[in-house]
């Protein structure tokens, strides 16, 4: 009972701190790591929760890269693949490479294996903190795509290090290059044919079932169900979750409005609660980390502090170097960093997350004859000083940076593409009026002439003449009226149902019934 009574205060206070976060104009991923440091030294509560760390990864990272993923796409992928490379392979492997020697030469008995699995724990940025850190701010959604991109698939390369090197440390055996590459690409393939299989027995049942709730649903046991299979036969859990999602948002139709709707609010939620458990628990294992280095805390955080810089400066050198190839070799056009403005804000943007936190908490305690796993208190502790160094500071500072760099202007040059599909938008429903005027009877074309006027000025992102800002001010003007008075009998409507539902003698189901189709004919109106 304890252990539900701090979950569920944990989500209560990651729903009170992001409504702070939207009043305060500030990123709720930051805001969830005070959270979990005013979790930390709250007297009474459990040093942390008894969770099997083997159930971190599962119950952590599925949701998360799921709801993340399915705001990408395929397409921007494939105009992408050199940049995933780079960033979520070689990049990540760099990462890994300077902070397992760093820690190598400054942590005491911390051993090679156990270095490198310190550094992949500390070397994926998360995609989930990027989006609600810089998605906040006016930054080039090229930018942002790039950052998502690195996210989404840096995570596999960084487990399947992790994880050979654990091993390596719990049965006492050294690293083998050659099996981490070729396990690593079979894992990946495996993963993608596991994640496209899926999706579509995924696509072919959600056909049959009509319930939009029971969709949704399914969604939420799909990322659990794909992550633990592929890791059953040893493929990537991580990528398969990616390609999963992927997959069914390709296939989702145009007319599936309703479902669109449902599923991204559903996600949202569960993006949002699952945050807020996951850096609560990091703030109670925190203190059980700080009980534990005692009168080393301050050598630790020592340690911990050039750990941070080597990360900062590792991606601040791979991104200058980024910016050289793709200045001498403009091969992709989306490409980025494409100035030195570029470069910094992405160098800035490598907040840790969700997977730092979930493979600090997985490492065992013991190793295999039953020994301490080495170092295993500062390498903890390590890792969160990571997260939180490469999240609190760019969350706080990054709107300051961008204003100051100047990127925003960027930004607003990229809201062409929006106007763009918002003429052909317009033109699609146009040509479609004007198909039904020419079949149209005689009593009905006027009606279409009014409404293929009222389209056009509506869908118009910048009126060309004075005659069309006229019409669209009219026509504004009566829709606004009348939205008012349609919201305003809604509302009533709405409150004489609740009045209903609460007088004895009404059948509750039949009033939530009228109130759920009134609902929808609100959420219609906005």
Known sequence: MEAMVLVVGLMLGAVVLVGIGDRLRLPWPALMVLLGAAVAVIP????????????ILPLFLPPLLYATAQRTSWAMFRARWRTIVLLAVALVVATIAAVAGAAWLLVPGIGLTAAVALGAMVAPPDPVAVEAVAGRVRIPRRLLSVLQAEGLFNDATALVVFQAAVLATVERHTLVGGELILSFVAGALGAIVLGIVVAWLARRLMDRVDDTVGRSALTLVLPFAVYVAAEEVHASGVVAVVVLALQLRSSVGPDESAERLVQRSFWSVVELLVTGIAFGLIGLELRGVVDAAGERLGEMLLHALVVVAVVFAVRAVWMAGALVAIRSRPIDATGAPRTGREAVVLTWCGMRGLATLALALSIPHALADGSEFPARVEIVLIACTVLVATLLVPGFTLPVLVKALGIAGDADAEE??????????????LRTLAEFRAEAPPELAEALDNRFARFGGLLRGDPETEEDRARLATVKKARDLLTRVQAEALAAARAEVLAARREPGTDPEAADRVLHRLDLRSVLLD
């Open 416 to 429: 062409q593409a929006e106007r763009e599909i918002t003429r052909r938008a317009r033109e699609a429903a």
């Open 44 to 55: 009474g509560l459990p040093d942390g929760v008894d969770l099997d760390p083997e159930l």
